[in-house]
């Protein structure tokens, strides 16, 4: 890809913020999903409720919340934005063993939520591995990806297209 193709390079191949003021405001949405997988035993001592540290459930959702609202101050080229809703949802999958998360993160406004919905997920899967940590180190977090994404002129996406 060359540097034309890539939004946050300048003209001289330097990182810069992408002007936004000029682009419609339009409805956006970003839909992303990640995986913590565990031990049986690690799964079932989280849905029991007795972790150590609490509800793991609860925890996760507020800190990928939280995350999705400071994604401009992680991700260095983000733009500080007003979201209008953020969701993240984490449920058991026993399949894996483990949790899904998902986040839901809305705007209307100038750019994409990708990076929130992203980053809600990473720091929810992270804090679910903090929460549960000292009964299995070995858990993994994978396949954090962007599922779904609708508005702006680069058109929408959809993984399962």
């Known amino acids: 890809m060359t540097a034309e193709k890539l939004t946050h390079l300048n003209e001289a191949g330097e990182a810069r913020m992408v002007d936004v003021s000029d682009k419609a405001r339009t409805a956006r949405e970003a839909v992303a999903e990640g ?16 972790a150590k540290k609490g509800d793991v459930f609860a925890a996760a959702r507020i800190a990928g919340i ?7 101050e992680l991700i ?5 934005l007003l979201l ?7 449920a058991p999958d026993e ?5 899904r998360v998902k986040a839901r993160v809305k705007i209307l406004g ?3 939520v990708e990076m929130e919905a992203l980053t809600a997920v990473s720091v929810a899967c992270l804090t679910i591995y903090d929460m549960l940590k000292a009964a299995d180190r070995g ?4 396949a954090v990806r962007l599922l779904l994404k609708t508005g702006g002129k680069s058109g929408d996406f959809s993984r399962e297209a």
Do not use: D, W
């Open 139 to 142: 858990m993994r977090i994978e």
């Open 76 to 80: 260095p080229l983000c733009h500080p």
């Open 110 to 112: 100038e750019t994409g």
């Open 35 to 50: 995986f913590v997988v565990m031990a049986p035993e690690t799964l079932a001592l989280c849905l029991s409720g007795q």
């Open 84 to 90: 209008s809703k953020v969701e993240v949802e984490v």
């Open 66 to 72: 939280f995350a999705a609202k400071k994604t401009h």
């Open 95 to 99: 399949a894996l063993p483990g949790l």
